[in-house]
């Protein structure tokens, strides 16, 4: 595997139901990041993981609890989500102190029914 | 709130042409900057990384940054048809903890 991979690509899921999404990267970077993509909007940052340790938590609903057991690995667990919350949630890796440069998994469409 | 300013087009140029997307910024705090690619229904590709003021190239691509004006711009020389996408345009602190996101511009390029 290569560059950044998430899964899984598509879920679909009910407001009651406990589900997670997974990311991995193959970079060597040292931060993470999650992100909700919804039409029309930009980019919401949701979580970032600085050399494991959680630094920013931008205003996200206790709905969304995400995991960083080390520097390769990120989770995001989802629980009694909203329609609204039916969105692309989009992995990205980088190496801070270095280029900053983001890199993007593929994505996982999710849609909350 | 900091913000990430895009035309949202859509940008329509012929084939072989010159297509200029803009892009500002507010925070002037914001040291790196990025330009993004979204092909409908895929993730964002990074194209091009900025961080001092002045022009850099990389093929057909060409980033500009004015750090005074708080813009940065994005040149598509020979566009082809296989550009037409949304790009994006995104800034970070260099803290690595946050990075802003425009709306993204749509291209379409045509044959």
């Known amino acids: 595997e290569t560059g950044v991979t998430q899964t899984p690509r598509h879920l679909v899921m009910g407001m009651t139901n406990k589900k997670s999404l997974k990311c991995e990267q193959h970079?060597?970077?040292?931060?993470m990041y999650w992100y909700k993509q919804s039409a029309k909007k930009p980019l919401e940052l949701m979580f970032v993981?600085?050399?494991?340790?959680?630094?920013e938590n931008n205003s996200v609903p206790s709905r969304f609890s995400p995991e960083c057991p080390n520097s390769s690995h990120l989770f995001l667990h989802l629980h009694t989500l909203q329609p609204e919350d039916s969105a692309l949630y989009l992995c990205a890796s980088s190496h801070v102190g270095g280029s900053y440069e983001q890199y993007f998994g593929p994505g996982t469409r999710l849609t909350v029914t | 709130q900091k913000e990430v300013e895009q035309n949202s087009g859509p940008l329509s140029v012929p084939e072989g042409a010159i297509a200029s997307l803009n892009c500002t910024y507010s925070?002037?705090?914001?040291?790196?900057f990025f330009w993004y690619r979204q092909y409908s229904g895929k993730s964002p590709e990074l194209i091009m990384s900025?961080?001092?003021?002045g022009d850099k190239e990389d093929g057909r691509f060409t980033a500009q940054l004015n750090k005074a004006s708080q813009y940065v711009s994005l040149l598509i020389r020979d566009s082809q048809p296989s550009d037409s996408a949304t790009y994006l345009c995104?800034?970070?602190?260099?803290?690595?903890?946050?990075?802003?996101f425009g709306t993204g511009t749509s291209l379409t390029v045509i044959p």
């Open positions: 900025i961080y001092s003021n």
């Open positions: 925070d002037r705090g914001s040291q790196s």
């Open positions: 993981y600085n050399f494991k340790e959680q630094t």
């Open positions: 995104a800034v970070n602190d260099n803290t690595g903890n946050q990075f802003y």
């Open positions: 970079l060597g970077h040292n931060a």
